[in-house]
């Protein structure tokens, strides 16, 4: 298997970059963002509690979290490989993440980070809000995103530069010259 992990501030283009490596790669894409969007649409317990949480820019508790990464895994057996958009966000996280690889006798290969700046996130997250009418992107709420983002998800860099595994690439420009440029960089990983 080839497992992916894709980091970024949130508007850095993981989904995007993400849908893109798992079809170039075959490799399923597991994306908490969406699960999460979902069970909130069908108004399940889950969705219910992570809506609370996602209104004021929060993080939805590890356990639950683990549950449906560990559930979305199972599903998906046959995979080659698995690309992980949005999870871990937190140290805590990576390590249940490095165990459930462990106990499913897997391994993440590679850890991408797209690095974007603060006002290109907001500005991103802005239109984004405007064109899908999403409510949870206002300019408050990708304020405090962006320092969740800091204060929890930034520390992960440092964790995984440590085990080898972390490849920065610049999230600015054209989605296909993004693209391409993770494609370079994970294909080293392949060889």
């Given at each position: 298997m080839f497992n992916i992990i894709i980091f970024g501030p949130p508007g850095s283009g993981k989904g995007t970059q993400s849908a893109r490596i798992a079809e170039k790669f075959?490799?399923?894409?597991?994306?908490?963002?969406?699960?999460?969007?979902?069970?909130?649409?069908?108004?399940?317990?889950?969705?219910?509690q992570a809506q609370t949480l996602m209104e004021?820019?929060?993080?939805?508790?590890?356990?639950?979290?683990?549950k449906i990464l560990h559930s979305s895994i199972e599903k998906n057996k046959d995979a080659a490989g698995f690309i992980f958009d949005g999870f871990p966000r937190t140290i805590v996280q990576a390590e249940a993440l490095d165990d459930l690889m462990k106990e499913l006798e897997e391994t993440i290969d590679v850890?991408?980070?797209?690095?974007?700046?603060?006002?290109e996130v907001v500005d991103r997250l802005l239109k984004r809000a405007e064109i899908e009418g999403r409510k949870d992107d206002n300019k408050e709420t990708i304020r405090n995103r962006l320092n969740v983002?800091?204060?929890?998800?930034?520390?992960?860099?440092?964790?995984?530069?440590?085990?080898?595994?972390?490849?920065?690439?610049?999230?600015?420009?054209s989605?296909?010259?993004?693209?391409?440029?993770?494609?370079?960089?994970?294909?080293?990983?392949?060889?």
């Open positions: 075959n490799v399923k894409h597991i994306s908490t963002g969406d699960i999460l969007r979902a069970e909130v649409k069908q108004k399940s317990e889950l969705g219910r004021k820019g929060e993080l939805v508790p590890d356990d639950l979290l683990i850890v991408v980070s797209l690095d974007v700046p603060d006002n983002y800091k204060e929890q998800t930034a520390p992960l860099l440092a964790y995984y530069m440590k085990q080898g595994k972390l490849e920065s690439i610049n999230g600015v420009g989605i296909d010259k993004i693209f391409e440029d993770v494609v370079s960089t994970l294909e080293k990983y392949l060889s």
